[in-house]
């Protein structure tokens, strides 16, 4: 079984950065794509920012240009830079991973870190 866990949220100003981190617990596991998703109150779940295996990333055009989605290997580690944020990013940030020891490969989530953007 793989956990996920997540740190680095709390409150910054607008225009202010913040970096979350999203460890996976075995070191064994091999990860073919880590997605960072968010949740603001309300809303519907909202893909934010993914990286594949190969390191080829993707983004939402709402965060395109101010979040930089990155991982380290050794680590077992994916990372996601945020830069310029904006009272409307403010939400549950979750990471997911497709991944596992050995194949069929699964879906594993993280346990949510709270972003809150405001002066």
């Known amino acids: 079984q793989v956990q996920l866990v997540e740190s680095g949220g709390g409150l910054v100003q607008p225009g202010g950065s913040m970096r979350l981190s999203c460890t996976a617990s075995?070191?064994?596991?091999?990860?073919?794509?880590t997605r960072w998703y968010r949740q603001a109150a309300g809303k519907e779940r909202e893909l934010v920012a993914a990286?594949?295996?190969?390191?080829?990333?993707s983004y939402a055009d709402s965060v395109k240009g101010r979040f930089t989605i990155s991982r380290d290997s050794a680590k077992n580690t994916a990372y996601l830079h945020m830069n310029g944020l904006k009272p409307d990013d403010t939400a549950i940030y979750l990471c997911?991973?497709?991944?596992?020891?050995?194949?069929?490969?699964?879906?594993?989530w993280g346990q949510g870190t709270l972003v809150t953007v405001s002066s």
């Open positions: 990286i594949t295996g190969t390191d080829i990333t």
């Open positions: 075995e070191s064994r596991v091999k990860i073919t794509v």
């Open positions: 997911n991973i497709v991944g596992g020891i050995l194949p069929p490969f699964k879906d594993y």
